[in-house]
């Protein structure tokens, strides 16, 4: 028989045998599907009920140590030579030459640039002319001044014996009088001179624009050929930096401190503060410096004083404007809390701890916090000598938690996390 049978080409007998035949095999797969359904259930339910709890997470902690440490106290620097001497042209003259390397480090007395000196040399030239004509002028003052002398000296006896007239006598003494003004003013004509020609020669030799003191030079501002005089802008800048001076600003607070803890001596303060400069690139520098000199005032606006402190600078390595931080032992705290700064969270501006009670379970507990110590933080409230704290790990914790407690492990300077 066809395994397609259309209901309409059937008896009516046929399809009631039908029926008969197809009845069980339906309520045999149902029965089937049941089964299967169940034994997935059952399945299911068993290893559902065989899940078992994770673990408590693992963290380090590390001890809350008690000891005495010194408080380090740091600021921005900026770096800025003992000596800024800004060099001008003191005549007005063209610009011929540059005499030095910009850059270089020249000496004292040292040419920078030179001006052109012709014009300078003829006004030299012209001053010594005036005062030479000024020491003939006196000369001839001078000359007639004895003509007039002798004049007095022998109409003065003819007056008295009437051999003259007393109007001949009167015309010689005035004769002298005039003779005696005008080598006075032949004597000043030729100071005026001398002065001149100091003058001129003082000029001509501003056309040499010399270094005032020893340093590095900048790179020049002028040309050759510029026109160059004392309303122009400056020509370069000598620094003396070795020395060289770190400015920085520390509150006043912080001043009023050093000051009570060295018994308020500026000079104990320059003798026991040693700093300690952090370049820019991070690098320690290998020199110490020391407190140079503390500003007059406290900037009104900012509630700080500026600071100097000097530091060797072989080799002119460090220059000014660079920056850097400057530090300092301020003091001593006894028996300072120190957890790892790691340790410490930072939330809505308050600092949070998670210690870890005897029982294993963790508490989140707020701290107040002083200054770092290395890789350190003194705590200043919150906590206890001895207490666990977790150091790696807390974002895993949290409050109530239970852990597994291991040994802090430092992790190696540098180390990339």
Known sequence: MSPLIHASSLSPGQSASLRTRILPIGRMRLASALMVLAVVCSTGCGNKEQVAAPPPPDVEVVEVVQRDVPITKDWVATLDGFVNAQVRAQVSGYLLKQTYRNGAFVRKDAPLFQIDPRPFQASLDQAKANLAQAQGNLQ?????LGKTELDVARYTPLAKESAISQQELDDAVQANLAAKAQVASAKAAIEAAKAAVETAQLNLGFTTITSPVDGVA?????????????????LTTVSTVNPILANFTPSEQEYLNAMRVTGGSEAEIQRRLVFELTLADGSTYPHKGRLYAVNRQVDVRTGAVLLQ?????????????????????AGIQRGALLVPQRAVSELQGGYLVAVVGSDNKVSIRPVKTGPRVGTMWVITEGLKPG????????????????????????KPAGKNL
């Open 218 to 234: 900048a790179i020049a501002t002028a040309q050759v050929g510029d026109l160059v005089g004392p309303q122009t802008s400056t």
């Open 140 to 144: 001839q003052a001078q000359a007639r």
């Open 387 to 410: 207490e666990r704290v977790v150091a790696e790990g807390t974002q895993r914790v949290r409050e109530g938690a239970q852990v597994n407690p291991k040994p802090f492990q430092e």
């Open 309 to 329: 402190a000097s530091f060797p600078n072989p080799g002119n390595v460090l220059r000014p404007g660079g920056f850097g931080r400057v530090s300092t032992v």
